[in-house]
């Protein structure tokens, strides 16, 4: 029996336009980025004569939609792509990339169309920070989007009741490879110490998934007249917001304040285990996190990798993470190893659904020449419905 497949649909409050599409989640493989596909389903009679465009675009919003400041809204439309899908300009057979597109058009029947768009490579992922607990708005976020929509031509304007918007993300796994497990150590010297202060502090691997526990072995050799008071050791992310200002929030997402002690003359080689976890940073303004969409939780933002020679002045939201560990000896001695957290690659055929909900009744499809049987999984808002198909 072949594994049931996750279709996604949402319809315009008029009827005339539908979405199908097989996935929302979209791979940066950083040489190369997953096509997006999907079908449009008409309602000729409620078209009456419109036609019906599909768009792909990606925005950079550091503000509320309604904010605006002498003139400026906090939203930049990074990218944007239009295709006009009905009437087709082409052979409903040619506009067909995909077997899921293909499935699609069998079931759906005649008033069904293809669409497809292909990522530019120097576009950023889906990221946002998060607003604070009493923060109204939409918070700052690098978010994409499909919207259809019928009117009398591409630049008229358009009604709300004729328009559906879908949000996907852009998403990046972690590569096949580790790196070597990244190390640095420094020698401090003091002006009445004749003897320096050694410290190496080395991660048990470079790449990290969400979840995982990372280690930091930290080996510190204390020739000096100094008395190390305490040992700090955390993870830090970095998030640099290169779009509007270039400036960088550097947040603390785990830490431990161990009290380790080192005299004068003496040594200390220890393992730290620390978990960055945004179940811990709920509360916390400002901290990345991956892009979601409605009916799902997220996590802290994955490292960002960038296609060499690709400007970063455009990525909206660069993430990095590192491990502190500063000594404590009246001043204070630091040092940085950075890392990499990333999800894993899924596994193949690995489908992930939203958590069961009860699906309101004028949720339902609502073209009733539709063949197909579905099993409801999750409603949104604004008529999102998440699908499973039990017949493909």
């Known amino acids: 029996m072949s594994p049931k497949n996750v279709i996604f649909k949402k319809t315009c409050k008029d009827k005339s336009v539908g979405v199908f599409m097989g996935k929302r989640d979209f791979v940066d493989r950083v040489d190369s980025v997953d096509p997006v596909d999907g079908v449009v389903l008409i309602d000729p009679e409620a078209l009456a004569g419109r036609k019906v465009f599909v768009t792909l675009s990606c925005i950079f919003r550091y503000g509320r939609d309604d904010m605006d400041v002498i003139g400026i809204a906090f939203r930049r439309e990074l990218y944007l792509s239009t295709r006009q899908v009905y009437p087709p300009l082409q052979d409903r057979e040619k506009g067909v990339h995909t077997k899921v597109q293909a499935k699609l058009l069998r079931k759906l029947g005649n008033n069904a169309y293809p669409f497809f768009f292909e990522f530019p490579d ?18 700052c976020a690098v978010e994409f989007e499909i919207k259809a929509f019928s009117a009398e031509s591409q630049d008229a304007k358009v009604r709300k009741r004729s328009t559906v918007k879908l949000m996907i993300r852009k998403v990046q796994y972690a590569p096949d490879m580790q790196g070597a497990p990244p190390s640095v150590e420094t020698t401090k010297d003091f002006v009445m110490s004749d003897k320096p202060l050694h410290v190496k502090v080395t991660l048990d691997k470079e790449l990290y998934y969400h979840g995982e526990t990372i280690h930091a072995h930290v080996n510190i050799t204390n020739n000096s007249n100094k008395n190390i008071k305490n040992v700090v050791v955390s993870v830090d992310q ?34 730290y285990k620390l978990l960055p976890l945004l179940a811990n940073n709920r509360e916390r303004r400002g901290i990345a996190l991956d892009g979601k969409l409605k009916h799902e939780d997220t996590n802290l933002a994955s490292s960002s990798i960038v296609k060499d020679g690709v400007l970063k002045e455009v990525l909206g939201i660069m993430v990095s993470y590192k491990v502190m560990v500063k000594l404590i000896i009246g001043g204070e001695v630091g040092l940085e190893v950075p890392f990499t957290l990333m999800h894993p690659k899924p596994e193949a055929g690995r489908t992930f659904s939203a958590p069961d909900l009860t699906c309101p009744s004028d949720l339902v499809p609502s073209f009733t020449s539709v063949s197909l049987h579905f099993d409801f999984l999750a409603a949104g808002s604004e008529g999102e419905v998440t699908m499973r198909a039990t017949r493909f």
């Open 238 to 271: 970095v998030a640099t917001v290169v779009l509007y200002s270039n400036d960088s929030y550097i947040k603390c997402v785990d830490i431990e304040d161990s009290g380790d002690s080192v005299s004068a003359g003496a040594t200390l080689q220890k393992v």
């Open 122 to 139: 120097n576009l950023p992922c889906s990221v946002a920070l998060q607003p604070g607990p009493h923060d109204a708005g939409k918070q």
